[in-house]
C-alpha cells in the first residue's frame, strides 16, 4: 500500500467511524457554530442564479441546503462526502426540507470519483478539502469537474496556532494522556491547509488560475451546555474517547473543562475561527 492509499484508507475509516458518527449526533450544533461560514459561502452566489454547485465534503448537508435554497428553480447542487452516515443523515434531511433547487448527495471520494467532465459552474466547501491524500490530484479531478471559468470558493483552517480553541481540549487533556506524535503540518486533516503557500501552490499545480487566498475571521458561538458534548466527541480528543476507561473519562473532563474558560461568556462559548477563505476560476 502507498503512502497516499494509507492517508486515503485512514481518511475513510475515520469519517465512516467515530469522527463521522459524532458529525451526526452533533449536527445541530455543528451548523450553528458554522452558520457564519455557511452565510459567506451562499452570499457568494448571485440570487435565484441557475448554477450547477458541488459541495465537497458536504457532510450532513447544512451548506448545500442553504445553497439550493439560494438558487433559482433551473439551478442544482450535489454535495460529495466520503462518510456514509453523514451522506444518510444528509439524505433524510431532503426529505423533510424544500428547497428552490433540487439537491442530491452521493458518496464517494472527491480527489478519485470519475465526475462528468465540465458539470459544475461553481465548486464550494466549508471544511471539507483538508483531508485529500494527494490534494493536486484531487483539485485536478475537481477542475475536470468544473466548466471554463467555474468559480472555486473554499473555506479551510488557519494555523492551529491562531486557532486557540480548537486545540484548547488535546493541551489540556496531554498530561493525563499517552504522548502522541507531534501534528504532521502538511498531513490530511483539520490544519493541512494552513500554509497559504503551499496552497496555493497546490491549486496552481492542479490547473486552477487567479488563485486568492485571503485570511477570514469569523466569530462562532455555541450554548455552554454544548462545550462538554464538543470536546468529548470530536477532534483528537473525541477520537480517543470510545477507548477510554469511565474513571479517566471522569478525570479529562474535570481538567478540560475549566482550560476553556476563557471562551466562556453569558452562558455562550465564544471564539474566533482563523481561517482563510479561498477563491480560484477553472
Ligand atoms: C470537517 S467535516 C465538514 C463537513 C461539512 N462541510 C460541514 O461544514 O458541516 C469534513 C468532511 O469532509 C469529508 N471528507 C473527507 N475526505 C473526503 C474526500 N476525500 N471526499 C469527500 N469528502 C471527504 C468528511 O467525511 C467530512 O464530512
Redesign the pocket.
Known amino acids: 500500500m502507498t503512502m497516499e492509499q494509507r492517508q486515503d484508507h485512514e ?1 475513510a475509516r475515520l ?1 465512516n467511524g467515530v469522527a ?1 458518527a459524532a ?1 451526526v449526533e452533533l449536527q445541530a450544533t ?2 450553528a457554530l ?1 452558520r457564519p ?1 455557511e452565510t459567506r459561502l451562499v452570499a457568494a452566489l448571485a440570487d435565484g442564479a441557475d448554477q450547477t454547485v458541488l ?6 448537508g ?2 448545500a441546503l442553504a445553497l439550493a435554497q439560494c438558487l433559482g428553480a433551473g439551478g442544482q447542487v450535489l454535495g ?4 456514509e452516515p ?1 451522506i444518510a443523515h444528509a439524505q433524510a434531511r431532503t426529505r423533510h426540507q424544500r428547497t428552490r433547487a433540487p439537491v442530491a448527495f452521493l458518496c ?4 478519485h470519483h470519475a465526475f462528468e467532465p465540465g458539470r459544475f459552474d461553481r465548486i464550494v ?4 478539502v483538508m ?2 491524500a494527494d490534494p493536486v490530484a ?1 483539485f485536478g479531478n475537481l477542475r475536470r469537474a468544473a466548466r471554463a471559468a467555474a468559480q472555486l470558493h473554499l473555506i479551510a483552517w488557519r494555523h492551529p496556532g491562531e486557532n486557540a480553541f480548537m486545540t484548547t481540549a488535546e493541551r489540556a487533556a496531554a498530561p493525563l494522556l499517552p504522548a502522541s506524535p507531534p501534528r504532521a503540518p502538511d498531513a490530511p486533516g ?1 490544519f493541512a491547509f494552513a500554509d497559504r503557500a503551499r496552497v496555493r501552490l497546490l491549486l496552481e499545480e492542479a490547473g486552477w488560475r487567479d488563485v486568492a487566498i485571503t485570511p477570514l475571521d469569523m466569530e462562532c458561538r455555541m450554548p455552554e451546555s454544548a462545550l462538554e458534548p464538543y470536546f468529548t466527541r470530536l477532534g483528537n480528543l473525541g477520537r480517543l474517547w470510545p477507548s477510554l476507561a469511565p474513571d479517566l473519562r471522569e478525570r479529562l473532563i474535570a481538567t478540560v473543562r475549566p482550560a476553556f474558560a476563557p471562551f466562556l461568556r453569558d452562558g455562550e462559548v465564544c471564539f474566533t475561527a482563523a481561517c482563510w477563505e479561498i477563491a480560484a476560476t477553472a
Open positions: 481518511q469519517w463521522g458529525w455543528l451548523d458554522f461560514f459541495d465537497i465534503g458536504c457532510g450532513t447544512a451548506t460529495i462526502d466520503i462518510s453523514m464517494a471520494d472527491a480527489e466547501s466549508r471544511f471539507g483531508f485529500f484531487a483539520q
